[in-house]
């Protein structure tokens, strides 16, 4: 890190820094230090993030990209601010409370999968476009209140490298487009999701989480139009339908499945 500016005084900021390359920080703007309050613009361009592994104890690969303006006091704040990350078009806003969020909005849109599992350090094991909406009014647990809408698009795995990662022996493309709508309430979560690929149409109309115990209780569907295509899965060819729905309930290490089957 290399610190080309750094100006510190009663009532002003500025930090000027590079990271190696053409990677830099930016942030300036009004500080009352005795007010406690700041009123600052931030600039951030990280061409390679896993030079930040020493700080963010996690790897992280690629590049990110964020600016933005953070205004307020110790007892209330916000940041707002946009980004490019996996190639999207993300905005968010974060209001802050003592320094906790307590209402958080986050949008995302058309973010590339196969370079967030580049970000994540992960295997390319799909790829397609993410859309997220997330609107959280209240983020303390125990008066929890939001909304979570996750949508994937244009799906595709990668079989080289499923096949390579888990052993597998996909030939045939597997597409897929994926649903998601989650509840916020005080310690719960209500889902409602589905997955339709060129394998199987997976829906769980209600799924109820608890946020304090991580106790899970589900329904779910599984309708698969044709066996032949669970080939390279189970490395048997069946043909034929198979259709199933039942109930799901998982707590202390342990799963209850009960159903029936045409």
């Given at each position: 890190?290399?610190?080309?500016?750094?100006?510190?005084?009663?009532?002003?900021?500025?930090?000027?820094?590079?990271?190696?390359?053409?990677?830099?920080?930016?942030?300036?703007?009004?500080?009352?230090?005795?007010?406690?309050?700041?009123?600052?613009?931030?600039?951030?361009?990280?061409?390679?993030?896993?030079?930040?592994?020493?700080?963010t104890k996690q790897e992280?690969?690629?590049?990110?990209?964020?600016?933005?303006?953070?205004?307020?006091?110790?007892?209330?704040?916000?940041?707002?601010?946009?980004?490019?990350?996996?190639?999207?078009?993300?905005?968010?806003?974060?209001?802050?409370?003592?320094?906790?969020?307590?209402?958080?909005?986050?949008?995302?849109?058309?973010?590339?999968?196969?370079?967030?599992?580049?970000?994540?350090?992960?295997?390319?094991?799909?790829?397609?476009?993410?859309?997220?909406?997330?609107?959280?009014k209240n983020a303390d647990?125990?008066?929890?209140?939001?909304?979570?809408?996750?949508?994937?698009?244009?799906?595709?795995?990668?079989?080289?490298?499923?096949?390579?990662?888990?052993?597998?022996?996909?030939?045939?493309?597997?597409?897929?487009?994926?649903?998601?709508?989650?509840?916020?309430?005080?310690?719960?979560?209500?889902?409602?999701?589905?997955?339709?690929?060129?394998?199987?149409?997976?829906?769980?109309?209600?799924?109820?989480?608890?946020?304090?115990?991580?106790?899970?209780?589900?329904?779910?569907?599984?309708?698969?139009?044709?066996?032949?295509?669970?080939?390279?899965?189970?490395?048997?060819?069946?043909?034929?339908?198979?259709?199933?729905?039942?109930?799901?309930?998982?707590?202390?290490?342990?799963?209850?499945?009960?159903?029936?089957?045409?």
């Amino acid at each position: 890190l290399k610190v080309n500016n750094f100006t510190l005084t009663s009532n002003y900021l500025n930090f000027d820094a590079s990271i190696n390359d053409n990677s830099k920080i930016n942030i300036s703007g009004d500080l009352s230090i005795f007010k406690k309050s700041v009123d600052l613009k931030y600039d951030i361009k990280i061409n390679d993030l896993s030079t930040l592994k020493n700080l963010t104890k996690q790897e992280f690969k690629g590049s990110f990209v964020t600016n933005g303006i953070f205004i307020g006091n110790e007892d209330e704040a916000i940041i707002q601010g946009i980004s490019d990350i996996a190639q999207s078009q993300t905005k968010y806003y974060f209001n802050l409370e003592d320094f906790e969020p307590k209402n958080i909005n986050i949008q995302v849109k058309n973010a590339k999968i196969e370079d967030l599992l580049v970000l994540l350090n992960k295997p390319q094991y799909a790829k397609g476009d993410l859309t997220i909406h997330t609107d959280i009014k209240n983020a303390d647990l125990s008066k929890l209140d939001g909304m979570i809408i996750a949508k994937i698009t244009d799906g595709k795995i990668n079989n080289d490298v499923v096949n390579s990662e888990f052993n597998q022996g996909f030939k045939s493309a597997i597409n897929f487009q994926s649903e998601i709508n989650a509840i916020l309430t005080p310690n719960k979560a209500e889902v409602k999701s589905n997955l339709n690929s060129s394998l199987a149409e997976i829906s769980m109309n209600k799924t109820t989480i608890d946020l304090s115990t991580n106790n899970i209780k589900t329904d779910y569907k599984i309708d698969i139009k044709n066996l032949a295509k669970l080939e390279g899965i189970i490395s048997k060819k069946l043909n034929g339908e198979f259709l199933t729905d039942g109930n799901l309930k998982a707590f202390d290490k342990t799963i209850q499945l009960e159903g029936s089957s045409d």
